[in-house]
Each structure stands twice: as structure tokens, then as C-alpha cells.
């Protein structure tokens, strides 16, 4: 399972969208709003996390790469719309993937509307209005996910069959791996491949990928609670700091037992890069949406493991 690493695309997806529609004013830091057209869509005028108070695509992507924030993931995914999500990837080489959920609680169908988009100057002018979208193409639902032997229901009663992933969002570790590539490195993959981004895109995404929660001011993140290596699982080593002169550029993901880490780390210091790419299911029980999962026991620390012994063998491998 995915989880939070669908963010990663949408983030690209989000400001390549901007970038296709190419109108004046326009750009991720334009004032945006969120008007609803179904019963179940909240609308949002006010972010009381950034700086002016103000949504806007550029936060909506800090947040999703500093701490993972669902909610801004969310307005990503309505400001891209489903439809455009799956003809923008399958175009770059991704034919299986699906990302078809919002963090909602949802149902199908609810998940095909996104809500209407506006985004508006400094000066309260109109910049571009976007309609509520429908997306009306079919996905092939046709093969089953089942994993563990039992789940817990919406109602919180244990049902004794597996938990059916059949719906959920769903993308390769490779193709993952390619995404993060492409932005960071846009010139070893295919064209096809490559995200339609400005140089300063490229600056800013890489800019936040390897953020740390410390080092800005908007939104103020509790330190404590969101420590330095909070989402850079390959060096979560329980010191809640990072090696000096280390750089993780990653998008990590955690749900239903599933831990996911695509990362290109640089240790600037010693002249080190290399990239990395884990998933691990961490589940002894079996037992599914429980909330008892073995993640601090077991997936915390292999996934650091992993990233050590790798980042120990790339200090001392002879390199050109």
C-alpha cells in the first residue's frame, strides 16, 4: 500500500498543471480557494498555517513533504482533478498506477468530483476559475488485493477476512523510485518521462523534499513531535537528528502496516549520492486497520538498518 507516497506525484503533477495552463499572475504562491459543489466537499478560503493566511499550491506542497499532511495532499488532488492524475501518468510511462482516493473517507464514486478552483491575484482579481470535474474513466478494479487473515470495519468490528486492497491507491516501488528521479534528475530518464517543470520548480521541490520540519517558520512545527528525521526513515535512528552534512531528497509513506522510504541522499561533506528505495510490511497479527502495527519494533528499525549499512558501504566504495 502506497499511503502518503501518492503525494509525491501529485506535487509534480500539481505545478506541471500550472505550468500547462502558462497564464499571467499565475504560479504556485497565487492565492487560491476551494468552493464545494457536492454535499460531501468542504470548502476552504483561509490556511491559517501559512505566513499570509492564504491557501495556495506552494504550501500545499511544503507541507506535504515536511510532515506529510494529508489535508494539503487532499487540495492537491482536487486542483489536479482524477482524470488528469491517470492521462498525466500513464503518458510518462506509469500505465498500472492508480491514485484514485482522496484522505477522506470516501466512497468511488465520491472520489471521481473535485471541488471548483479559484485563484486570485494580490489584489482580489480573478485569475483563473476552475469548475468542479468529473471523472467519468473506468479503472480496472479486476484483480484482488487481499492481505492478512483479518480487518477491523468502518464500525470497528473485527471481521475474519482479509482486508480487500482491490480500490485503494496503488504504484510500483520502481515507478516511485522513477518519479523522484526524474525531478532530481531530469536528464537520465526518456522526454516522456520528465514532469513539465521550470528550473524554478525544480529548485523549489528540491528544496522541500530534503527540508526539515526546523527550518521553517510557516507552518511553526512542534520540534518535538516533528524532529529533524521524522520522514527520512533510512537515518530514524531514534536520535531525532541527522548526520551532519546529510541531505535526504525523499517521500516516505506509512499505512496499514506498509513503511515506504524513495530517497536520493547526499552526504556533502565526504562527496557521497546515491539513491535508495524500501518498502516493508510490518504485521505480526495479521490483522488489518487495527492500529497495531510493528512499526516502531520492527519497521523503524530495519528500514534504518538498511539505510545505514547502504550509506556505511557508499562512504568507503572506490568511486570515480
Request: proline share 6%; aromatic share 16%.
Amino acid at each position: 500500500n502506497p499511503a502518503s507516497m501518492v503525494k509525491m506525484p501529485l506535487a509534480f503533477l500539481s505545478l506541471e498543471k500550472l505550468n500547462d495552463l502558462n497564464i499571467p499572475g499565475l504560479s504556485a504562491q497565487t492565492h487560491m480557494r476551494f468552493d464545494s459543489s457536492q454535499p460531501w466537499q468542504r470548502p476552504f478560503y483561509k490556511d491559517t498555517t501559512a505566513a499570509d493566511g492564504l491557501p495556495s499550491i506552494a504550501h500545499f506542497i511544503k507541507k506535504v513533504f515536511l510532515i506529510s499532511d494529508n489535508d494539503a495532499y487532499n487540495r492537491l488532488y482536487q486542483w489536479v482533478g482524477q482524470q488528469r492524475i491517470h492521462q498525466q501518468l500513464r503518458a510518462k510511462g506509469y500505465p498500472t498506477a492508480v491514485i484514485s482516493r482522496q484522505f477522506l473517507g470516501l466512497t468511488q464514486e465520491q472520489n471521481r468530483h473535485t471541488n471548483p478552483v479559484s485563484f486570485f491575484d494580490a489584489k482580489g482579481k480573478r485569475l483563473y476559475s476552475q469548475p468542479a470535474q468529473y471523472n467519468p474513466d473506468t479503472f480496472d478494479f479486476s484483480r484482488k488485493i487481499l492481505i492478512g487473515k483479518a480487518h477491523l470495519n468502518k464500525y470497528d468490528s473485527l471481521v475474519n477476512e482479509p482486508f480487500d486492497f482491490s480500490w485503494h491507491n496503488n504504484i510500483s516501488l520502481k515507478d516511485f523510485q522513477q518519479m523522484l528521479q526524474s525531478v532530481m534528475f531530469p536528464q537520465s530518464v526518456p522526454v516522456r518521462q520528465r514532469f513539465q517543470l521550470k528550473p524554478a520548480d525544480y529548485t523549489f521541490l528540491r528544496t522541500w523534499l530534503s527540508a526539515y520540519p526546523s527550518e521553517t517558520d510557516n507552518p511553526k512545527y512542534d520540534t518535538a513531535t516533528y524532529y529533524d528525521n521524522y520522514v527520512k526513515f533510512f537515518f530514524y535512528d531514534g536520535s531525532h537528528r541527522m548526520q551532519p552534512g546529510v541531505r535526504v531528497f525523499n517521500k516516505v509513506g506509512w499505512a496499514y502496516g506498509f513503511l515506504t522510504d524513495v530517497s536520493y541522499v547526499a552526504d556533502f561533506n565526504h562527496k557521497v549520492e546515491y539513491m535508495l528505495s524500501a518498502t516493508i510490511y510490518v504485521n505480526k497479527d495479521g490483522v488489518l486497520n487495527d492500529d497495531k502495527y510493528d512499526i516502531e519494533d520492527i519497521g523503524h528499525p530495519f528500514l534504518y538498518q538498511l539505510g545505514h549499512t547502504i550509506y556505511q558501504y557508499e562512504l568507503k566504495r572506490p568511486r570515480k
